[in-house]
Structure formats: structure tokens, C-alpha cells
């Protein structure tokens, strides 16, 4: 009886276990390896924008806030090597600055008017803003031509190393 309850047991196993085979296609979510999810981002002019149109393109997504200095930090300095740089990369700035003016405002004293920035309009009570856990601080995506995420919370020296 031993024996049958083992081999129950084995087949059993076997059968549970062959539901979790991956598929070659990545998950979609927020990490690398993941296929980022298709956000719609509203520049200050109204005009919408879907991750999706930028396939086929290197993206780097950057959410800040002026009023978070880190992010805004390295807002600046991604954008900024990236021109120094010529790199290959579309640079997406995303703000969750609720005020247009602030953000305005923000982007001239940081010298970046000319650059595509997006603002999530309901700043910290948008479903984007919730979804990313951003409550936990902001983060950027380095984005590959197919969707998938490559990295997260990159720095300059990451780019270096990865462009």
C-alpha cells in the first residue's frame, strides 16, 4: 500500500509541476525581463503618447518629481548624458508634478525645456502612480526595441556600461 500512495504521490507531482512550463515570451510587469505594460502618457499639450508606438525603438523611461530631489537628480543627469552621448535611446520624462506651472518652472531651472516630458496629471493618486509603488520612491527603465524591460534604477555609470 506503501507503494501506491508513492507512486500516487510521484504522478501526482508530475502533473502539478507540468502546469508551471514558462513560455518563451516574457511575463508582462515592472522588472527586468518583463515586457513593460502599454502606458499612455499626456505631454503639457495634451498630445498622448502609448509605449507601444516606441517599439522597435531603445527607451528610457524616467519617472520623477520635482519634489523628490533624487528623482529629479537623475532626470537631469540621464538626460544629459544621453545628449552628451548621442546615444541611440528615445529619453521619456515622466513627472507626477500635479501643477503644470511647478513643472514648468522646474524644467527651466534644470535647463531641460526643450526635452519630451510627460506629466501624470493626478500626481499621486494616478492608477500609474499606485501600480509602480512609487510611495517606495521613483525609478527608471531602460526598455530594449521589443518592450522588454533590460534594467531598472539606472545611473549614468549603468549606461556606460550598457549602451
Given at each position: 500500500m506503501?507503494?501506491?500512495?508513492?507512486?500516487?504521490?510521484?504522478?501526482?507531482?508530475l502533473?502539478l509541476?507540468?502546469?508551471?512550463?514558462?513560455s518563451?515570451?516574457?511575463s508582462?510587469?515592472?522588472?527586468?525581463?518583463?515586457?513593460i505594460?502599454?502606458i499612455?502618457?499626456?505631454d503639457s499639450e495634451?498630445?498622448?503618447?502609448?509605449?507601444?508606438?516606441?517599439k522597435g525603438?531603445?527607451?528610457?523611461?524616467?519617472?520623477?518629481?520635482?519634489?523628490?530631489?533624487q528623482?529629479?537628480?537623475?532626470?537631469?543627469q540621464?538626460?544629459?548624458?544621453?545628449?552628451?552621448?548621442?546615444?541611440?535611446v528615445?529619453f521619456?520624462s515622466?513627472?507626477?508634478?500635479?501643477n503644470?506651472?511647478v513643472?514648468?518652472?522646474?524644467?527651466?531651472m534644470?535647463h531641460?525645456?526643450?526635452?519630451?516630458?510627460?506629466?501624470?496629471?493626478?500626481?499621486?493618486?494616478?492608477?500609474?502612480?499606485?501600480?509602480?509603488?512609487?510611495?517606495?520612491?521613483?525609478?527608471?527603465?531602460l526598455?530594449?526595441?521589443q518592450?522588454?524591460?533590460?534594467?531598472m534604477?539606472?545611473?549614468?555609470g549603468?549606461?556606460?556600461?550598457l549602451?
Amino acid at each position: 500500500m506503501k507503494y501506491v500512495n508513492f507512486c500516487l504521490a510521484a504522478i501526482l507531482s508530475l502533473a502539478l509541476s507540468s502546469g508551471s512550463v514558462k513560455s518563451d515570451l516574457p511575463s508582462i510587469g515592472y522588472h527586468p525581463g518583463e515586457t513593460i505594460p502599454d502606458i499612455v502618457l499626456t505631454d503639457s499639450e495634451g498630445e498622448r503618447l502609448a509605449l507601444h508606438e516606441l517599439k522597435g525603438k531603445k527607451v528610457l523611461l524616467n519617472f520623477w518629481a520635482s519634489y523628490d530631489a533624487q528623482s529629479r537628480a537623475a532626470n537631469v543627469q540621464l538626460y544629459n548624458f544621453l545628449s552628451r552621448n548621442n546615444a541611440d535611446v528615445t529619453f521619456i520624462s515622466v513627472s507626477f508634478d500635479e501643477n503644470p506651472n511647478v513643472l514648468e518652472r522646474t524644467l527651466a531651472m534644470d535647463h531641460l525645456e526643450m526635452i519630451s516630458c510627460y506629466r501624470e496629471t493626478n500626481g499621486t493618486d494616478s492608477d500609474l502612480y499606485q501600480d509602480l509603488r512609487f510611495n517606495k520612491g521613483f525609478r527608471s527603465y531602460l526598455i530594449d526595441e521589443q518592450g522588454v524591460i533590460t534594467a531598472m534604477n539606472i545611473d549614468t555609470g549603468d549606461l556606460q556600461e550598457l549602451l
